[in-house]
DNA sequence: GTTGGCATGTAACCGGTTACATGATTTT
DNA sequence: AAAATCATGTAACCGGTTACATGCCAAC
């Protein structure tokens, strides 16, 4: 339960406000543009969801409007409440399971197919992972040598990595197993 | 694309057929429990849920209801079409990125905390990382104590023992990567 | 002057959650 | 007779997606 009395989700409230504090001051449009830039790889959101977010929290006082610039461009600022607001998020905000995991539901079902199926199905997963997990170490590398470390999303993309790499050999036991033992 | 013309996602109806294919006929009620049972792990609905649903599908052809039980019981039977549509499924779907992960935005903020305060918060993610390990692979456990291999939920359990292993272990490592570094 | 990017918003719809609502049968 | 469980449904609401709609400004 936080300051204002939501217990809910509100994740996209938390990352409008993670990038506002991270980042400084930004307009509806920085900010979209920015989810598609940084946060894609955790959280995704159009400008739809967006601008109408950004007014519910103007109301609230987590962020205020600053400046109009052109274009009816409004710049967004986070106040102490929205400061507040994620920082207790950060600190108390426990993790819980996901509740709708489509790669889970898939191995779940997996006995319903033949094995040979079941093994096709498997080696198209890992060949995926494994390009996911390519990408990902390209995102690390290519931040690496310009950067110095430990800058946002660094810590997700080792943890997405890590479990993508899981995956990875999740596959690659499951199709040695079905082929042992049918 | 599915035979019946929709491309999104659909896993409540892929669960639903899946159920029927593995455990024979069953009334909502009855998919209902299972659901809580067997697939809670990966893939969530309530009663609310599952009857419309069933409804819809019945009008889709993918099931039928051959026999009424007392107090309005309905026994819903998978037909071929629900098979195909399973099956097609099953071997034909891509499995993409969640799109929306919190903890990985969790993780994708961290560093807009102090470091002693990331690590207790890491501290706090890797128990419960560590707790939901121990439930999971309590479930195998207890599973391969009474039966033979390759049930349902074989696979699905194994994925999500790597994947939550993978999150100790990431915890793990960013607690002494902040301690060592600050 | 036209194209493209900047910039904001709304409406319709879908999937999912919570709560409401009802009634039959079995168990205690 | 009361409580628990079986069994089905609907309504209100929320978060998120897609599509619609508008207009400003800069570059070519």
């Known amino acids: 339960m936080s300051i204002l009395g939501y217990s809910w989700v509100m994740s996209l409230r938390i990352a409008l406000l993670g990038l506002l504090a991270a980042a400084g001051p930004a307009s509806g449009y920085d900010l979209t543009k920015k989810f598609e830039l940084s946060v894609a790889h955790v959280w995704q959101a159009g400008h739809s969801q967006i601008y109408p977010e950004l007014a519910k ?3 609230d006082g987590l962020v205020t409007v600053e400046a109009e610039g052109p274009r009816g461009r409004k710049l967004y600022t986070i ?3 929205g400061t507040a607001e994620l920082r207790t998020w950060l600190i108390e905000h426990n993790v819980s399971p996901p509740v709708r995991n489509e790669a889970g539901l898939h191995a779940f079902l997996l006995p319903l197919l033949e094995p040979h199926e079941a093994i096709a199905v498997l080696q198209r997963m890992k060949a995926y992972y494994e390009a996911r997990l390519s990408e990902l170490e390209g995102f690390r590398a290519t931040k690496h ?27 690659d036991h499951s199709i040695a197993d079905i082929e042992r033992s049918g």
Do not use: K, N
């Open 57 to 59: 929290m103007t109301v």
């Open 79 to 81: 106040t102490p409440e």
């Open 145 to 171: 040598a310009s950067e110095h470390r430990h800058r946002f999303g660094d810590y997700a993309l080792d943890l997405g990595i890590r479990q993508v790499g899981a995956a990875v050999e999740w596959a």
